[in-house]
Nanobody, 130 residues
Framework: VQLQAFGGGLVPAGGSLRLSCAAS????????IGWFRQAPGKEREWVSCISSSGDDRYYADSMKGRFTISNDNANNTVYLQMNNLKSEDTAVYFCAKPKREFSSSQYLATAPTTDAYDYWGQGTQVTVSS
């Protein structure tokens, strides 16, 4: 299993970035993909999650309306479009594969917990300048 996150960079406040997560080594149809982030000195924080079909998409409250997660199943890639970025969005962003599929009723309870995931990408740095 491999997850490669890329697309980070330095952007001014109010700007946009699109992160990509390239997944390989497992059947994407069987698993959702989650995005997390970790700022210096802080715990890893859940950002968003999407089912393999794209029918289930969830966001942490502070990202709703600004971030959009999507699938490109033909290329086994998950995107995280981030708009109206703020300085507090500065962090290393990671994508992750969960240990198992989530049922629709489990997403909000399970997807935000790091223990639900068994493989992580290497992370990509996002820096928002104020």
């Amino acid at each position: 299993v491999q997850l490669q996150a890329f697309g980070g960079g330095l952007v001014p406040a109010g700007g946009s970035l699109r992160l990509s997560c390239a997944a390989s080594g497992f059947t994407r149809d069987d698993y959702p993909i989650g995005w997390f982030r970790q700022a210096p000195g802080k715990e890893r924080e859940w950002v968003s999650c999407i089912s393999s079909s794209g029918d289930d998409r969830y966001y942490a409250d502070s990202m709703k309306g600004r971030f959009t997660i999507s699938n490109d199943n033909a290329n086994n890639t998950v995107y995280l479009q981030m708009n109206n970025l703020k300085s507090e969005d500065t962090a290393v962003y990671f994508c992750a594969k969960p240990k198992r599929e989530f049922s629709s009723s489990q997403y909000l309870a399970t997807a935000p917990t790091t223990d639900a995931y068994d493989y992580w990408g290497q992370g990509t740095q996002v820096t928002v300048s104020s």
